[in-house]
């Protein structure tokens, strides 16, 4: 009875309804959109980069060599193993890999690359992943060759450049003005640039592709470092060229790379486990550090949040430590800044909405005490034919309640179509956000807890918006409610 009345009362003032309802579906609205988005952005970046760096967790061994420098290297990891066999993680991968920085070389033209080294017969789903332009990884197992992207290719000269720069684009420009001015035709000069411009790269995209298949077998120098800090050159021939938005790797066996660095047969520098479900990674990066703490000499985990692997390291040679070291990070440490941001945009955005929040309560605090004054009479009315005090403050209440509900649920609706429709739309054209696309396009996520928390919250302030008020209206005499005039 008192739902079909808070219902009815609702109706009757479908104005006044409609615009508190209206804001808090639009504070619904931005948490739900900007949250799914930043939320898509982070998962996407952190699965690009985990497919190419082969893990969301990581664990690093450093110890001091005869000569007093530090040297990363994993020579045992069954303690490790074992370990991770108790956990109840769900692992997808764990990978061994020599990582190293280098200068890819290529007729007097270089450019620094992470260079990786891959036991090929037991890191498998690299080769699956990796959009192969010409050759294969299928012969990378125990040779000499090397993976490299279109990207690496066109910085060294193999390839020509099939982006146009910006010096490019503005003596394009330049000429098409001159020349459009001196036939005396009009013209969008801003529209002809940007159609030419596409026409020359398409072309050059198109000549890219006849060109690629040529650079197998071609010959490439690298130059290293090797543990001991001395200098090396190391020669590869290119057995692929594969298409990458996140450049950032060129790849070999690990075997031939340790060769050339001086590593000992069947070492490495990088364990990787890559992850079924990598949400929640710093409390699981913790939970790992706590389960090994009693197998290894671990690195403090608080001097490892929020820091890269060469920061760590750096760090470490300055305290002049002795012995082993083991160091247990994530993906999260090494995106450092990326993730900070988003992070920050999540959180700013959940600021606006309780910014908003507190406007539409002030303002159903201030409607509600309008409602009772225009309604006095009607109450002492439904007083006096016998309703009960708390009937009456119920009676608001649930007005307050099927408000904020009726609120909630379309913003709530609304934002989850506008984030549809925004992963619907293929942005593979714009290669600076290759980083942050999953397949090309946009993918959201939203934290169910920050969805039932942000209901939660609506529906409470705005029970305690309404709250008071609908005391003052239960304390109304009836006899004087009755004699109030407007």
Known sequence: MLAKMALRNLSRQKRR???????????????????????????????????????????????????DRLQTIIKDDQALL??????????????????????????????????????????????????????????MAGSDGILI???????????????????????????????????????????????????IEQRRKEEQSTLIPSLIGELLLVELSTINAQQNVAEFSIAGVFESHMDIAAYVDREALNRYIGMPVGT???????????????????????????TYELHPYAEVAGRDVQTIITALDKTGFTGKRTIITNLNNELGSFVGI???VQAGSFGLFLIILVVVMVGLVNTFRIVIYERTRE???????????????????LEALFLAVAGCIPGTLVGFLLLSIASTFNLEAFAELGYFLD????????????????????VFFTLCAAYFPARRAARLLPAQALRTQF
């Not at 010096?167 to 005396?184: F, Y």
């Not at 990598?278 to 790992?288: E, P, S, V, Y």
């Open 17 to 67: 309804s409609f615009l508190l309802g209206g804001a808090l579906s639009f504070g619904m609205c931005i948490l739900v959109l900007v949250s799914g988005l930043t939320g898509g952005l982070l998962q996407s970046l952190q699965k690009n980069f985990a497919d190419m760096v082969a893990g969301h967790i990581f664990f690093l061994q450093v110890e001091r060599d005869e000569n």
């Open 82 to 139: 074992d370990s991770l066999e108790d956990s109840n993680l769900s692992i997808q991968n764990a990978t061994r890999r020599t990582v190293v920085f280098g200068t890819v070389l290529f007729s007097g033209k270089g450019s620094s690359r992470q260079i990786s080294g891959i036991d090929w017969t037991e890191d498998t789903q690299l080769a699956k992943s990796l959009r192969m332009q010409a050759g294969t990884a299928d012969t």
């Open 149 to 199: 992207s279109t990207t690496l290719a066109e910085l060294i000269g193999l390839l020509p450049k099939a982006k146009m720069s910006f010096a490019e684009q503005a003596v394009l420009r330049r000429d098409m003005k001159i020349a459009w001015r001196e036939s005396g035709k009009k013209y969008d000069l801003d529209k002809a640039v940007k159609e030419e411009i596409k026409h």
């Open 268 to 294: 490495y520098n990088q364990f990787g486990l890559l992850l079924d479900d990598f949400t929640n990674l710093d409390a699981k990066t913790m939970m790992l550090h706590q389960r090994l703490s009693g």
């Open 342 to 344: 988003l992070t920050g």
């Open 379 to 397: 109450i002492g009315t439904m007083r006096a034919l016998g309703m009960q005090r708390t009937q009456i403050r119920s009676l608001f209440i």
């Open 439 to 458: 397949g090309g396009r946009l993918s959201w996520t939203i934290s169910g807890i920050t969805l039932v928390s942000s209901l939660c919250m609506v």
